[in-house]
């Protein structure tokens, strides 16, 4: 297994990605849609262990969205991660978002908007979550999950490549979409951001998940 780093790639990769088109919402059919927003809550931008508060600069463009999906009826879900005192993932992770903490809450800013249904998941991928199943059973006729949140190479690249694979087994059609002002991810000593983010984006499009660099609003 080859991992050595490449600076001269690494850096086309940014200059790529980073010149990646806005869609607009004129080509997002309402009816056939659905909004998923992974883990936009306080244990991961505003307080706890694990929070980075560089993950705040994605609430803007994520809030404008919701508004207008509130505004055309477009099913949205919000994850948020929410653990018992003794879960296995604590071996992995140090405690955070214990069940019933401000950190398991969706942030202020898009609470006070609603009009989405919270779905709480007890691993880093809530495609498993028996909220997301039955919310899944329920929705066959969407084709389009337009997916936000944090962090971009954990819980979002968790659910896309989940979703993804579970539609192509089924050989059902459907789009998954993330746009880049939407996600994020933390930094710490061992885990650079920006490789972190580069490296999950590489493994979304290469796996068909459709990457663009945010949503222009126009109605």
Not at 98 to 118: A, H, M, Q, T
Not at 172 to 194: C, G, Q, W, Y
């Amino acid at each position: 297994m080859k991992i050595k780093s490449d600076d001269i790639k690494m850096k086309e990769y940014e200059q790529y990605f980073s010149s990646l088109p806005f869609i607009c919402t004129e080509k997002i059919e309402s009816e056939k849609t659905v909004f998923v927003m992974v883990d936009i809550i306080n244990g991961f931008i505003r307080e706890g262990v694990l929070h980075d508060k560089e993950i705040e600069n994605i609430i803007i463009p994520v809030k404008a969205f919701l508004e207008y999906c509130k505004r055309k009826n477009i099913k949205s879900i919000a994850f948020s991660d929410c653990h018992s005192q003794d879960s296995c993932e604590f071996a992995t992770f140090p405690p955070h978002c214990i069940k019933g903490s401000n950190e398991c809450k969706i942030v202020g800013d898009l609470s006070k908007i609603g009009g989405f249904e919270i779905i709480e998941k007890n691993s880093v991928n809530g495609f498993h979550a028996s909220g997301f199943r039955k919310f899944l059973e329920n929705n066959m006729d969407k084709s389009c999950y337009i997916v936000c949140g944090d962090c971009t190479d954990i819980c979002v690249l968790n659910f896309c490549l989940s979703l993804k694979t579970f539609f192509n087994e089924i050989n059902k059609s459907a789009e998954i979409l993330v746009p880049l002002n939407m996600i994020e991810t933390f930094h710490a000593e061992k885990h650079d951001r920006s490789f972190a983010n580069i490296s999950a984006l590489s493994v979304m499009e290469t796996n068909g998940i459709k990457l663009v660099g945010g949503i222009e609003i126009n109605e």
